[in-house]
């Protein structure tokens, strides 16, 4: 799959920029790691098969959307995770969970009522 930053430097609103910050692998699994404690760059990096570099690149685009925050300690560049930075994500997706759930039970319903009419 080609990935491409061009998209995330294109300007949209927050909920946007989230849902795009959360798209990619490797920043989920920078967030998953970050659930845990702060964590250097260096050490986030250790994590993945890709340069120190390209995971900079990634916590670059999640704390461009707010998900996480940096904090410099002498050389080293601490990244903890904003859980206040996922509250419109996750509203949006809870909003969007509570009206398929609702949709499908009322298909659940009107399916179960025409099978008991045959």
Do not use: C
């Amino acid at each position: 799959m080609l990935y491409s930053t061009i998209v995330l430097n294109v300007s949209r609103d927050s909920l946007s920029t989230s849902l795009i910050a959360m798209a990619h692998p490797v920043r989920r699994g920078v967030m998953d790691r970050l659930q845990r404690s702060p964590a250097r760059v260096t050490d986030l990096a250790a994590g993945f098969d890709i340069s120190l570099a390209a995971v900079s690149r990634h916590v670059k685009v999640l704390e461009d959307a707010g998900l996480v925050a940096r904090t410099i300690e002498g050389r080293d560049h601490i990244i903890a995770g904003r859980p206040e930075g996922w509250s419109e994500a996750a509203d949006w997706i809870d909003e969007r969970s509570r009206a398929w759930g609702l949709g499908l039970m009322a298909l659940k319903t009107i399916l179960e009522a025409e099978d008991g009419d045959r």
